[in-house]
Every structure is written in C-alpha cells, then in structure tokens.
C-alpha cells in the first residue's frame, strides 16, 4: 500500500478525495447494480472508515435500492458523471470509494468477490479467492481478516 494519504478524484478533477486511514478491505462486487453503474463487469469498492475520508468538490447523490434490499446512496461528480462512492442508508459507518477513482490503484488486490452468482461468464475467480454467491455470510469479517493479513497487518 502507498503511504497514506491515499488520493483520488473523478475524470474532471472537480471531485478530489483524501483518505488518512488504511482502507477497512477492498473487494470487487459482481453484483447487476454494480454491473450497470460502472459500465463494466463489476465494482471495485474500497470500505473506509467514513472520518477518514475527506471529499472536496460538491457531489450529487443517487438513491437506490440494491438486490440485497440495502437503499444504497451513491454520490458521484455533477460535471463528469464519475460515481466518488456509495454508502449504505442507516448505517453511517459504511462507506465504500470506488477505488478506480484512486489516483495510483495500481497496488489493489482485492480480498474476496461478493454477488458471484450473477459475475459475467468471462471473469474467472481462483479457487484461493475468497468468493460469495451474494454478500458474505459472516459480514465481511474473512475478507477483512484476509485484506489485514495482504497488507502485512496480520489477521
């Protein structure tokens, strides 16, 4: 991982991001939502501690309910359309940077796979990948544990 702050912004630089504290995980999601959001075959979501992360621009939020049931917010740039992050209704302690909006994403190695059940055919997962047919049954504790132990933290 790059010494912290780790920085990032959207496509026109209108939105630029901080974040002081090492990321809680980062996973991709395969999820129909993410698929559509980000135009591609999955999201990339780097869970922060919300107080660590220190947004400058103005954003425009989305409100959205996901497969799961979960009413997610998405917050993107109004210029160029770039989606900064997500976060959960209710539960303010959850908030996810899309981690291609990072400056420098070129260190990530996600910890596990969520909503594989509906991954695109040509995305293949490694059986030592930990993996989720939807979101992990233990709230993420084994791709955190796995993340911690990635960055040389132990688990």
Known sequence: MPPLPLTGGCQCGAVRYAISAVPRVFYLCHCSECQTQTSSAFGESLRCDPASVVVTGTMKTTRRVAESGTVRLGDF??????????????DPG???????????????????????????????????????PEGPDDGGAAMAARWREMLGQGG
């Not at 990530?108 to 796979?113: I, K, M, Q, S, Y």
């Open 94 to 132: 959850r908030l996810n940077v899309k981690a291609g909006t990072l400056d420098d994403p070129s260190w990530l190695v996600p910890a596990g796979h969520i909503w594989t059940r509906s991954r695109q055919a040509f995305v293949t997962i490694g059986a030592d990948e930990l993996s989720y």
């Open 77 to 90: 740039c109004p210029a160029c359309g770039v989606r900064i992050q997500h976060r959960s209704e209710g």
